[in-house]
């Protein structure tokens, strides 16, 4: 459990019951079967984590603040991401998916939310169709990259019967996050695991209502593989930009100000190299995602005035102290040396 992998998952929940936390409801089959159990049950997993994580404030404010900014919060306050753009972007088929498929398009593309990509369509067909993603979608979902991490490794496998062994791994992997673990019912289906009963019973979260159900102690499970979300710690720039920046600029010589845009959308998870101080054609697309992300029009890439106000808002609400306290001691230097002017 996170020896093979480097995943260094700390026991955060010792009861191991995740009931509390459980995420919004969604069919994966409305009117039609989408075979995206993989997906929809990765996600609850994924959402139950934060919402653990918001209700014990873990979270720092100015992540809460961006994330409601994108439109990752739904009716019911939780945080909640689109299972037809992972469902989609995995390449799930009639025949479903598999979990490190789904994963690694999650570790890839990031989470977009449900907002903006909610269940539709009319048919297996139509809910998988390639041409519901959008640029915009891609930049947006991206930016979850520069908030959070999410790593996972296999807690088990049993194929029949679950035996006293397999209890104790589930019982251990609890205490970290909820579990996907394979059924066979109502066919080879996968589900989130959230609460070990004192015999051995599991009660899971399903995609078909009703949503909350529970396996007998000798029920079988094919698989157990554990999510782990972890916060990235990310310490913006103490900064502000005042001039416009473009396609050339720091051609002959590294521009400071490209250099700290640089490091800005690497920490906003849209941008994955160095900061050399020169304005790219990676440089160019990473401003693109941010304009879209943030609905700033036109997104052609030119960081100029409206994209300046919203980086240097993020700047300003991530290092609230810092930044202002950096305003007042500038404000002091250009006061004594007024002084001394005079």
């Known amino acids: 459990m996170g020896d093979e992998t480097g995943i260094k998952a700390e026991i955060i929940l010792p009861t191991?019951?995740?009931t509390s936390y459980l995420p919004t409801k969604e069919k994966q089959n409305i009117g039609f079967e989408t075979s995206s159990c993989v997906t929809f049950s990765l996600l609850n997993i994924i959402e139950t984590q934060f919402n653990f994580f918001r209700q014990e404030k873990l979270i720092p404010d100015d992540v809460i603040q961006q994330l409601r900014e994108l439109d990752y919060f739904d009716e019911n306050d939780?945080?909640?991401?689109?299972?037809?753009?992972i469902a989609v972007l995995s390449n799930t088929t009639k025949n479903g998916n598999d979990c490190i498929t789904v994963l690694e398009t999650i570790r890839k593309y990031g989470l977009l939310p449900e907002k903006d990509l909610p269940f539709g369509g009319t048919s297996f067909e139509t809910y998988h169709d390639k041409s519901v993603i959008t640029p915009a979608m891609k930049a947006?979902?991206?930016?979850?990259?520069?908030?959070?991490n999410f790593n996972y490794d296999w807690v088990f496998f049993s194929y029949g019967a679950v035996n006293q062994e397999n209890i104790k791994q589930i019982e251990k992997g609890l205490k970290k996050s909820p579990l996907q673990c394979g059924i066979p019912y109502p066919a080879h289906h996968a589900v989130?695991?959230?609460q070990l009963d004192p015999d051995g019973g599991r009660k899971y979260f399903d995609t078909y209502s009703p949503f909350e159900k529970r396996q007998g102690r000798s029920d079988g499970v094919n698989f157990g593989l554990r999510v782990v979300v972890t916060i990235k710690d990310r310490t913006f720039p103490i900064y502000s930009f005042k001039n416009d920046l473009s396609l050339g600029a720091g051609r002959y010589s590294p521009n400071e100000d490209v250099k700290m845009l640089q490091?800005?959308?690497?920490?906003?998870?849209?941008?994955?190299?160095?900061?050399t101080g020169y304005f790219g054609a990676l440089t160019k697309q990473?401003?693109?995602?941010?304009?879209?992300?943030?609905?700033?029009?036109?997104?052609?890439?030119?960081?100029?005035?409206?994209?300046?106000?919203?980086?240097?808002?993020?700047?300003v609400y991530d290092n609230k102290h810092g930044y202002v306290e950096d305003t007042i001691w500038s404000s002091i230097i250009t006061s004594i040396t007024n002084l001394i002017n005079l």
């Open 16 to 18: 191991g019951d995740w």
């Open 78 to 85: 939780n945080l909640n991401f689109s299972d037809r753009f």
């Open 140 to 148: 947006k979902a991206k930016m979850i990259l520069g908030l959070f």
């Open 192 to 194: 989130m695991f959230y």
């Open 263 to 275: 490091k800005c959308l690497k920490l906003l998870g849209l941008l994955n190299t160095e900061a």
């Open 286 to 315: 990473a401003v693109v995602d941010f304009q879209l992300s943030f609905r700033i029009k036109p997104a052609l890439g030119y960081f100029g005035s409206l994209t300046r106000a919203k980086m240097n808002e993020i700047l």
